[in-house]
């Protein structure tokens, strides 16, 4: 069985209710049209529910009808997810005119039904933008206790099968944070590790990427890279962490041994970590177009409950790959 269909295997036991903000949005029915044939998940669509019938009689979706449809302006919960809205917010200044506003926005909408037990995932961003994708989830569904960084991390299924495990490797932060310092670059590694773990199911090697490996350069950029690698040592002792090392260094074993000889990871790294999100967000693109690997994600690490991102350049089974990602989240949450 491959990966995903291992994944989808799993999810089908707990049947994990996901909510798709973009419920009008063509890729997403279409998506949403295949999980429910395959019966891996229940799916909630936010949208008018005469233009998601609508547009599911244009596309020729016959398993629509199977779905939650939630009209963001008029369903029975408006009124108690703005007044919940305004309680959470307000000592941020929020209104509850602002509230009120917000709360029929699909991009709110889901994350208050994820916290109030209405829903156990998301995942949007095929036509909205990360940030704001992101904003209402860290705002409503926030961190887990002792995650101070989420960061976006992506599970790369290479069709060169000698990389990583079988082809299988995590590129992270590709998602969420500029510009990361030491300290946050440490956090992000080790909750990349996390990730290689508990949903790619591989035991992790994770290399701190940099230009510079093992000193051959000289740069404030590599000082930040090599207190980022000896922070996140610090912080999980028990994990294979190494760094900084040039991405060659890092993937290919004659070159991580001649490069940083004595290494573990050296050669043999499956998880990537970039030193910023520039090179993160530029090199998991450039890897999914050039090599044609399957880049499933952004998978957010370190969110309270399981919101998951997509790139607006996705496809329909990009986005089946990800709810199968957001649903075995949501059964290992429970
Ligand atoms: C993530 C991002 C949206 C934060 O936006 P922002 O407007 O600067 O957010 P703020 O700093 O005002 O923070 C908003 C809230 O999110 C929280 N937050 C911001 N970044 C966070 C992070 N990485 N982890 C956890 N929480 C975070 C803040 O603590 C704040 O919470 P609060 O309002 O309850 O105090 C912004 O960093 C961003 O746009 N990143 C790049 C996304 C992107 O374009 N990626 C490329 C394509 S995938
Ligand atoms: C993840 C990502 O890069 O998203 P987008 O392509 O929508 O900016």
Avoid: W
């Amino acid at each position: 069985m491959d990966f995903i269909e291992g994944l989808k295997a799993k999810a089908r036991e707990g049947k994990a209710r996901i909510v798709l903000p973009e419920g009008l949005e063509e890729r997403t029915l279409k998506a949403a049209d295949v999980i429910l044939a395959e019966g891996f998940a229940e799916i909630i669509l936010i949208g008018n529910p005469d233009d998601i019938k609508k547009s599911a009689t244009t596309f020729d979706l016959r398993n629509i009808d199977k779905a939650k449809i939630v009209d963001p302006d008029n369903h029975e919960k408006l009124e108690a997810y703005t007044q919940f809205l305004y309680e959470l917010r307000k000592n941020k200044g929020l209104t509850m005119e602002q509230a009120a506003r917000l709360v029929r926005d699909p991009l709110y909408l889901g994350p208050l039904m994820i916290k109030n037990g209405d829903a156990d995932g998301e995942v949007s961003g095929a036509e909205n933008a990360t940030g704001d994708v992101l904003r209402p989830a860290f705002q409503i569904v926030k961190t887990l206790p002792g995650i101070s960084v989420v960061s976006g991390a992506f599970i790369m299924i290479l069709k060169d099968k000698e990389f990583g495990d079988n082809g299988i490797m995590i590129f992270a932060d590709c998602a969420v944070n500029p510009d990361p310092d030491a300290l946050q670059l440490a956090e992000i590694a080790v909750s990349s590790a996390i990730t290689a773990k508990s949903i790619a199911g591989i035991d992790p090697r994770v290399s701190l990427l940099s230009f510079s490996t093992k000193g051959s350069a000289k740069h404030a950029l590599v000082d930040k890279v090599v207190e980022a690698t000896e922070k996140a040592k610090a912080m999980r002792p028990d994990l294979m962490i190494d760094g900084e090392l040039q991405a060659d260094a890092s993937i290919i074993e004659a070159i991580g041994k001649k490069k940083a000889p004595g290494s573990k990871i050296a050669g043999k790294a499956n998880v990537l970590v970039f030193p910023d999100l520039q090179s993160g967000n530029i090199c998991y693109k450039l890897v999914q177009r050039l090599a044609h690997a399957e880049a499933i994600g952004p998978i957010l690490q370190g969110m309270a409950a399981p919101i998951n991102d997509l790139s607006r350049g996705c496809s329909v089974s990009d986005i089946v790959n990800l709810v199968v990602i957001t649903c075995n989240q949501a059964l290992g949450l429970k």
